[in-house]
């Protein structure tokens, strides 16, 4: 593929756009200048614009860790969106695959690909959501027998499916939660019915995909192809 038409399809840019791009200067192939739109680039070439690595767009899975404060939608009028955490091409493309309360941190996962992120959000497939919990009030004794069974929400038709709970330390009211669904502040409702409250909720665990412990609140990464595959399995 010419260097020209693999800039138009990475950045969205015209012919022109991209004939100017690569005249600047600041476009590399293989750690080396190239300012000429035909030189042709293959799957090994490393094409660089700014300093920063130029992949050609196919489908995107990203994981980011969500801060407090941002928002899980392209637009929003009182927060800022997770999307400006992000520094990439063709946002408009791309969308939440289950999203996370303002006020909830931690594992969210970005894509374009609508069939990946349906696996992940479609009630039938179960996908399984880990959830660190810190609750207002002492942990109840009662509380996993009773997340085992279901609860019973307040306008909801049918109890919650069956949800795991593992206490992390009892004394800072902290917990485990794993559900296999996505119903509109689950989790903060099911302990609401149980006579407790949220003080705080982080994501930690999608499917088989692990929030990563090298990234900072804010930070993102693309996912490696086990974790993409993961989905499927």
């Known amino acids: ?15 022109k756009e991209a004939t100017k791009i690569i005249k600047s200067g600041d476009v590399t192939v293989n750690d080396e200048v190239v300012k000429s739109g035909a030189i042709k680039v293959t799957e090994t070439c490393v094409v660089e614009w700014q300093g920063r690595e130029i992949q050609k767009q196919g489908p995107r899975y990203i994981m980011l860790y969500k801060p407090d404060g941002f928002v899980c939608s392209h637009e929003d009028g009182f927060n800022h969106t997770a999307f400006v955490l992000l520094d990439e091409v063709k946002m408009e493309d791309l969308h939440f695959a289950g999203r996370l309360d ?22 039938k497939h179960k996908c399984a959501k880990t959830y660190r919990v810190w609750l207002a009030d002492a942990i109840g004794d009662d509380y996993a027998e009773k997340l085992a069974q279901g609860i019973e929400l307040r306008n909801e038709k049918e109890a919650t499916l069956p949800a795991s709970m593992e206490i992390v330390d009892a004394s800072n009211n902290e917990l485990l939660l794993t559900i296999t669904e996505g119903k509109y502040h689950q989790v903060k409702r099911m302990f ?5 409250k949220v003080d705080q909720l982080h994501r ?13 609140p804010g930070e993102y990464r693309y996912l490696t192809q086990e974790e993409v595959d993961s989905v499927w399995s």
């Open 102 to 123: 303002v006020d909830t941190t931690g594992l969210v996962l970005i894509t374009d690909d609508g069939q990946w992120s349906h696996r992940i959000t479609s009630p």
């Open 1 to 15: 593929m010419r260097l020209d038409k693999f800039l138009c399809d990475a950045l969205g840019a015209t012919r």
């Open 192 to 196: 609401a019915a149980l006579g407790n």
């Open 204 to 216: 930690e665990r999608i499917g088989n995909i692990v929030l990563d412990d090298a990234l900072e």
